[in-house]
């Protein structure tokens, strides 16, 4: 079955960093870009960072730039988020995504057609 499953989400304190996992069980992983999305309760659901299919390129929503990296390991299957000097309002549930049905993409703010489960970050002051 194909899946993407995040983890490394919790609770942590504002200036605080978290690294997020997402796990591929894609064979064709290595040649999908992926991203990171997010929603806060009572907020759509929005981009946070893009990824190419080799890793050679990324995208920043302008609310985390200079304070999250997206990065990938193809020979995992896995692709990460470093999250640093976190904010009260980075709190939400954090989605991974891939985009299947398009190889070799670029680093994107749409276009995924896979999603996975979600995994919960809470800032605290």
């Known amino acids: 079955q194909v899946q993407l499953v995040e983890s490394g989400g919790g609770l942590v304190q504002a200036g605080g960093s978290l690294r997020l996992s997402c796990a591929a069980s894609l064979r064709t992983f290595n040649k999908c870009a992926m991203g990171w999305f997010r929603q806060a309760p009572g907020k759509e659901r929005e981009f946070v960072a893009g990824i190419s299919w080799t890793g050679g390129s990324t995208d920043y929503a302008d609310s985390v730039k200079g304070r999250f990296t997206i990065s990938r390991d193809n020979a995992k299957n896995t692709v990460y988020l470093q999250m640093n000097s976190l904010k009260l309002e980075d709190t939400a549930v954090y989605y991974c995504?891939?985009?299947?049905?398009?190889?070799?993409?670029?680093?994107?703010?749409?276009?995924?057609?896979?999603w996975g489960q979600g995994t919960q970050v809470t800032v605290s002051s």
């Open positions: 995504a891939a985009e299947t049905d398009r190889w070799f993409g670029s680093a994107r703010k749409a276009g995924y057609d896979l």
